[in-house]
């Protein structure tokens, strides 16, 4: 059996680990997605990057918009993809609807359902960690809204608290955006959600959406949005001239306290990283004092 590894902080070891990934837009036969994008290859290199941080997440949450125009076969294709990984590092997976997505096919082609125009929801126990998945799509719209049905139905779920807290996973952020265009296009009646949300044990809320990396508070709640893997929006623009651009991937890996919950951005790119901090070093560290690696790693050299 492995030793415990050491604890080098103040903070033990997280207790659950997600990994989270947003806005695929496959398309059948992958298509390149506005003539410009390869939305499989660039999930490729996302899940080879995934499966490098050599971690074994809980869970591996896909916060919607998983195909473009919600095609049979970009739902199969996207399946065949992302199964496999999932399986490999024993990961729950977990599918949320986005406003690009179609329920009817989402629920058949995806999920080996009947296909329906019911919200694509559903409760993941992580080992006490609960992870709820709720559907803001709008069928025939691209804007989000939750209707009074899935608020009671959450209500409802929300009225046990569970041993390490709740996780929601939607599309839509309830958060506002700098950029005009996702204004149009947000959460609407999030007013309603708030109510539900406030009190409860929900800890954290993971979206999408907007195809950047963003965060901020919504009902005394941290809300964390995980940039797309077909194409991110270039911020390093004017508000209004925002346009998508081939880089920037990136995912979140998201580690969960007792006390906090944290959201790094993994970027996917290709360049040169240097090899400094390795096992070895750690196990040298591991090796020392608590004052010893003090003096050997925090001390700066004598000028």
Request: proline share 7%; hydrophobic share 45%; glycine share 6%.
């Amino acid at each position: 059996m492995d030793a415990a590894p050491v604890q080098f902080g103040s903070h033990e070891p997280a207790r659950r680990v997600i990994v989270h990934v947003s806005d695929t837009h496959f398309l059948a036969g992958n298509r390149p997605l506005g003539g410009a994008y390869d939305t499989a290859g660039n999930l490729e290199r996302t899940l080879v990057a995934i499966e490098a941080l050599a971690v074994h997440p809980d869970a591996i949450v896909f916060t919607g918009d998983l195909t473009d125009l919600g095609e049979p076969a970009a739902y199969a294709a996207l399946k065949a993809a992302v199964e496999p990984v999932a399986h490999r590092l024993g990961a729950q997976l977990v599918w949320v609807a986005g406003n690009h997505d179609e329920r009817p096919e989402l629920h058949r082609d995806l999920l080996g359902e009947q296909p329906s125009q019911e919200p694509v929801t559903a409760v993941y126990d992580l080992r006490g960690l609960r992870l709820v998945a709720l559907d803001t799509s709008v069928p025939g719209w691209h804007h989000g809204d939750l209707d009074e049905a899935q608020l009671a139905w959450l209500r409802e779920v929300l009225a046990e608290p569970a041993p390490l807290g709740t996780v929601l996973a939607l599309h839509h952020p309830p958060l506002p955006s700098h950029l005009p265009l996702f204004d149009i296009l947000e959460l609407r009646h999030q007013d309603a959600l708030a109510e539900v949300v406030r009190g409860s044990d929900v800890r954290s809320i993971l979206a999408g959406h907007l195809h950047y990396s963003t965060h901020g508070m919504f009902a005394g709640v941290d809300v964390s949005v995980a940039a797309a893997t077909c194409y991110t929006m270039n911020l390093a623009r004017p508000a209004a001239r925002v346009n998508g651009m081939d880089a920037a991937q990136s995912f979140h890996l998201v580690h969960v306290y007792d006390d906090t919950i944290t959201h790094a951005v993994v970027p996917v790119v290709e360049a040169p990283t240097a090899d400094f901090f390795d096992e070895a070093w750690l196990a040298r560290m591991a090796a020392l004092t608590p004052r010893e690696r003090h003096e050997a790693f925090s001390r700066k050299p004598l000028r």
